[in-house]
């Protein structure tokens, strides 16, 4: 059963706007961790951004910031001020346990100048 | 600062050839290691992890296994190759206390 859903396969934004990635995810335990993770041309993937599931707290790093609703078991990811160089692959994961990372299938976002 | 490496970046190999790819990761001590392997247009699926030196827990049934010999290495090893074994490999680690992983370069693996 697929664990990580990620319903927008494409996106696109303008330069400078915001934008905002949907991701779901199936679990029945309580304690856990969320990411995103970025996938540029280059394919090396980078951590975007964490979120434990014990914080209510929704994670932002610089530009980027989560919407974690954990009853709904969502995790969107915002990116406000959206720049040429976010233009990319990517992907919501979900930690089982210590070591099985579990990812969604991509969004891979354009920005336009 | 904690790098991690993969050699080699591109690899073309004829079907049924044998197959090694390294990872190395430097600036940390007892990491637990991972392979991933993710097909074109894909998420990532986990392969393979390692808590410790010579200790390798499998995810996937397939024609491909790993090997930890040292505590900073990892290596992915296939005997015969299919021509299903093409796609983008990942390593990656993730440090003791700790649950973000980071990635390596990636090799891509193209098998003819």
């Known amino acids: 059963a697929q664990t990580v859903t990620q319903s927008q396969p494409e996106m696109s934004v303008q330069e400078a706007e915001t934008v905002t990635l949907s991701c779901t995810y199936d679990t029945s335990e309580n304690n856990y961790y969320l990411f995103w993770y970025k996938q540029p041309p280059s394919r090396q993937m980078i951590l975007v951004i964490r979120?434990?599931?014990?914080?209510?707290q929704n994670a932002t790093e610089n530009r980027f910031s989560v919407n974690f609703q954990k009853a709904a078991k969502s995790f969107s990811l915002k990116i406000s001020d959206s720049q040429l160089g976010d233009t990319a692959m990517y992907f919501c994961?979900?930690?089982?346990?210590?070591?099985?990372?579990?990812f969604g299938a991509g969004t891979r976002l354009t920005v336009k100048p | 600062s904690q790098t991690i490496h993969q050699w080699p970046a591109t690899l073309v190999q004829p079907v049924g050839s044998p197959l090694s790819l390294e990872c190395t990761v430097e600036g940390t001590s007892n990491p637990n290691l991972y392979w991933y392997r993710q097909a074109a247009g894909r998420g990532l699926q986990l392969l393979f992890y390692s808590v410790g030196i010579g200790q390798i827990s499998s995810e996937v049934p397939q024609n491909l296994s790993a090997s930890r010999p040292q505590d900073r290495q990892f290596i992915l090893s296939s005997k015969k190759l299919l021509l299903s074994d093409s796609g983008f490999y990942l390593c990656?680690?993730?440090?003791?206390?700790?649950?973000?992983?980071?990635f390596g370069p990636g090799t891509r693996l193209t098998v003819t």
């Open positions: 979120q434990e599931a014990y914080k209510q």
């Open positions: 994961a979900f930690l089982r346990g210590n070591n099985d990372m579990r």
């Open positions: 990656a680690y993730r440090d003791r206390g700790f649950y973000e992983q980071y």
